[in-house]
C-alpha cells in the first residue's frame, strides 16, 4: 500500500508541478518527476520547502540534457552543480517557482565504461 500511495503522490504533484511551470514560463516543458523535501523544517526560521524534480533516469544522456536545459531556460534557473554531482554524471540546477525553491537534477553522461552484451541463446 505504502508503494502505491507514494507513487500516485509522486505522479500527482509531478502533473501539478509541470503544469505550474510550463503555465508560469510560457513554455512547454518535458516532462519531471517531481518530489517535495520532506525533510525540510517548514518551521525553522529561513529554511524553506524544496521540490526536488528529476529528468527520467531512463532517458540517453543527450536526452535528459536537452530536457535539464528547456527547463533551466524556461524559468531562468541557475547552475549549481558541485563537484560530486559532476562525479556521479549529474548536473543540477536550482531556482524558484513561484513561492517555492526547485531543485532539478539529470543524469547527463555516463560515468561507467560501455561494456559489451553478449546477445541471449534463443530458448526453444
Do not use: K
Not at 526560521?45 to 544522456?61: I, Q
Not at 531556460?73 to 540546477?93: E, I, K, N, Q
Request: one cysteine or more; a negative charge.
Amino acid at each position: 500500500m505504502t508503494d502505491s500511495l507514494t507513487m500516485v503522490a509522486i505522479d500527482t504533484l509531478s502533473q501539478l508541478v509541470n503544469s505550474y511551470a510550463s503555465e508560469v514560463s510560457g513554455a512547454s516543458l518535458p516532462p519531471v518527476s517531481w518530489m517535495w523535501d520532506c525533510r525540510a523544517r517548514l518551521d525553522a526560521t529561513g529554511t524553506d520547502a524544496e521540490f526536488c524534480g528529476t529528468v527520467h533516469p531512463d532517458l540517453a544522456a543527450a536526452e535528459s540534457n536537452t530536457h535539464l536545459l528547456a527547463w533551466a531556460r524556461a524559468l531562468d534557473l541557475t547552475d549549481a552543480t558541485d563537484d560530486r554531482d559532476a562525479s556521479a554524471g549529474r548536473r543540477v540546477f536550482t531556482g524558484r517557482l513561484g513561492d517555492s525553491r526547485i531543485r532539478l537534477t539529470a543524469v547527463i553522461e555516463s560515468v561507467y565504461p560501455a561494456t559489451e552484451t553478449q546477445p541471449l541463446p534463443a530458448l526453444i
